[in-house]
Each structure stands twice: as C-alpha cells, then as structure tokens.
C-alpha cells in the first residue's frame, strides 16, 4: 500500500508561484509513474502533469504548459510540482497519484494522497 502525503498549498495572488510536494512511503516509490491532478468545485478531476519513473519523460495538460513543472528526487520519495505565473483558474484542490504507466487517464492511478487546496486570487 502506497499513502501519499501532499502539501505547499494555499492562497497567493495572481501571477504568483507555489510548489507542492508529495511524499510517498513505498520504497518502490521510484519505479512509480507519478501524476498530480486537480479538481475544482463543481467540475470533474482533470489531468496537470505526470512523471515517469526516471524522472526522463514529463507530460503536461496544455493549460499548464510552460507554467508548471513535475519534478522527482527518489532518494526523498518525494515528487514536487512547480506552479508559475498562477492564474485565478488553478483554483483547485490539487492530488498526487501513483501508477505504473505514464498516463493521463486518472483511473489507471492506483493510490491517492488527500490533496491540497490552492486558491488563486485576481
């Protein structure tokens, strides 16, 4: 069983920047795909980025690209997301994932953190 820790959340202004993180606490952590999504009230669970085991191949949902940036460091078990130039529509509560294949499919991550709020104002 893989739990899954998230913070750095909270509230900044427009334009601003915040880094989540994600602990995990599986030593298989670094075979792991790992993914961040996010939901926003009253809207489905959408893909932002996801990582692959090495840390080689990253993929982002267009409305993040060139924005934000999934990192891993496997030696902390820990995988981060660098959030740039914030704009009041990343409003959202943000989850890390685990899964074994880099997907942007939410159903093929099998483990969850309890996610972190980040609230964007203009």
């Known amino acids: 069983q893989v739990q899954l820790v998230e913070s750095g959340g909270g509230l900044v202004q427009a334009g601003d920047s915040l880094r989540l993180s994600c602990a995990a606490s599986?030593?298989?952590?670094?075979?792991?795909?790992m993914g961040w999504f996010r939901q926003a009230p009253g809207k489905e669970r959408e893909f932002v980025a996801f990582?692959?085991?090495?840390?080689?191949?990253?993929y982002y949902a267009d409305s993040v690209k060139g924005r934000f940036t999934i990192s891993r460091d496997n030696a902390k078990n820990t995988v981060y997301l660098q959030m740039n130039s914030l704009k009041p529509e990343d409003t959202a509560v943000y989850y890390c994932?685990?899964?074994?294949?880099?997907?942007?499919?939410?159903?093929?991550?099998?483990?969850w953190g309890q996610g972190t709020q980040v609230t964007v104002s203009s």
């Open positions: 990582i692959n085991w090495t840390g080689g191949s990253t």
């Open positions: 994932a685990a899964g074994l294949y880099p997907t942007t499919s939410a159903s093929r991550y099998a483990y």
């Open positions: 599986e030593r298989t952590f670094s075979s792991r795909t």
